[in-house]
């Protein structure tokens, strides 16, 4: 289906075919305000266009590819919004004022960003480092199958002490 500017216009199921995602799922985003549908039909049924497909790809690469929380993607998306925003109101004034507002705004928005990317920067990091130890400690265990110390000399003391 198109709208009236030839704009390819998609049902829910349609989208949810496309996208990989349960319209449960679907409706669930647009409840928590992450997605709005482009329009609607005159049988009032949700309608989506190409943005909302690129939308909802998005969120679902944060959610399962980066492991973002649904509040952390929609501060994500609520300050990409703000700034598109901001800037098209930046672009619109002259008033220095308004404009330091505006910049303030966004940067405190972009600091957000970072703030929420870092940290789940660092729990991925910390996660990679705990899997790399469990990867020695097997290491270890392999080592000592092929003749090397065991890798936990004192559960082999207490072993043999309480025999």
Excluded: C, W
């Amino acid at each position: 289906m198109n709208d009236t500017t030839g704009r390819r216009l998609l049902r829910i199921n349609e989208v949810a075919a496309e996208t990989g995602l349960t319209t449960r799922a679907i409706r669930y985003y647009q409840e928590m305000g992450l997605l709005e549908p482009a329009a609607r039909s005159e049988g009032d049924y949700r309608l989506y266009d190409e943005s909302d497909l690129e939308r909802l790809q998005f969120i679902r690469g944060l959610r399962d590819d980066a492991g973002f929380s649904l509040a952390q993607i929609r501060q994500l998306l609520e300050d990409d919004t703000a700034r598109e925003r901001n800037r098209e109101r930046f672009r619109q004034t002259g008033d220095i004022d308004e404009r330091r507002a505006l910049i303030l705004d966004a940067r405190g928005r972009v600091d957000r960003q970072i703030e929420i990317l870092e940290a789940k920067a660092a729990r991925l990091a910390a996660m990679i480092e705990e899997a790399r130890a469990r990867g020695r400690h097997l290491d270890v265990h392999l080592a000592e199958l092929d003749g090397g110390p065991p890798p936990h000399p004192e559960r082999v003391a207490a072993a043999e002490s309480a025999r």
